[in-house]
């Protein structure tokens, strides 16, 4: 009885195994990221009544073949994540401890394709941009006022757009695949006649809005951009690496 149903059991695990090998992940013939640049982005969350309530900063490095992003970098809540294109893997660094955690990157998958997605049809049949008249210094860049509003799902946003940045980061990866193959669900791959009102250039701030309502509820702002990225965010020679997959 225990042969009959255990090495059925053991098959099925090193199936699974095979499945997330680090050697299985195909998706990266080409890993190395084309541009190279340190984004640093803030976040403001704010109440229901709409006083602050949390700020958060993040900063996203793009190097040679990954990507490292560091939340509230220097503070005690620090987190790092290390994506490494050419090993299809994923670190979670404990900067304190100098320890790795070393995992599979394919799993994130499914995420990455989420958070583009959230991003790629604020466009849709439902929703229309407004250009405004409205222009404002922030961060140093000059930048114009869009509004974007849906009818359907009653949400607002404001958008502040310079043309004083130009960068192009649709060959990089991000969260586990490239920017450009997020693209495919994007207005241009459609035959709808884009709006003459859509934003053109990179947005600065962007300001999210509760239903139905004026008050604000996220609010990120892109703090600066620079061309260059430093490699001691990629820099492993210090951590001892914990392999997730030696533990199964």
């Not at 190279?36 to 969350?45: D, G, Q, S």
């Not at 005690?76 to 660094?93: H, N, V």
Request: glycine share 6%; hydrophobic share 30%; aromatic share 8%.
């Amino acid at each position: 009885m225990k042969e009959k149903h255990a090495e059925p059991q053991r098959e099925k695990g090193r199936k699974a195994l095979e499945d997330i090998t680090y050697e299985n992940d195909t998706r990266y013939p080409v890993p190395n990221n084309p541009v190279k640049a340190t984004l640093a982005l803030e976040m403001k969350t704010f109440k229901k009544n709409g006083k602050l309530k949390e700020t958060t900063t993040t900063k996203m490095v793009f190097g040679d073949t990954g990507e490292c992003l560091i939340n509230n970098e220097g503070s005690k809540d620090e987190s790092r994540m290390l994506f490494d294109y050419k090993a299809a893997a994923l670190y979670m660094l404990n900067t304190q401890d100098k320890i790795a955690t070393k995992m599979p990157m394919i799993n994130f998958q499914k995420m990455a394709e989420k958070l583009a997605g959230d991003q790629l049809y604020i466009e849709d049949e439902n929703g229309k941009w407004e250009r405004t008249n409205e222009v404002k210094q922030i961060h140093g860049k000059s930048c114009r006022k869009y509004i974007y509003f849906n009818s359907k799902e009653k949400t607002k946003m404001h958008a502040w757009v310079t043309k004083d940045i130009s960068i192009d980061l649709s060959g990089n990866h991000l969260f586990g695949g490239q920017i450009q193959d997020f693209s495919s669900g994007t207005s241009a791959t459609t035959t709808r006649k884009i709006d003459e009102n859509f934003p053109e250039g990179l947005m600065v701030r962007s300001v999210h809005f509760e239903k139905n309502n004026d008050t604000p509820s996220v609010q990120m702002d892109l703090i600066t951009v620079d061309k260059t990225s430093d490699p001691k965010y990629f820099d492993l020679s210090g951590y001892e690496i914990h392999d997730v997959l030696s533990k199964l």
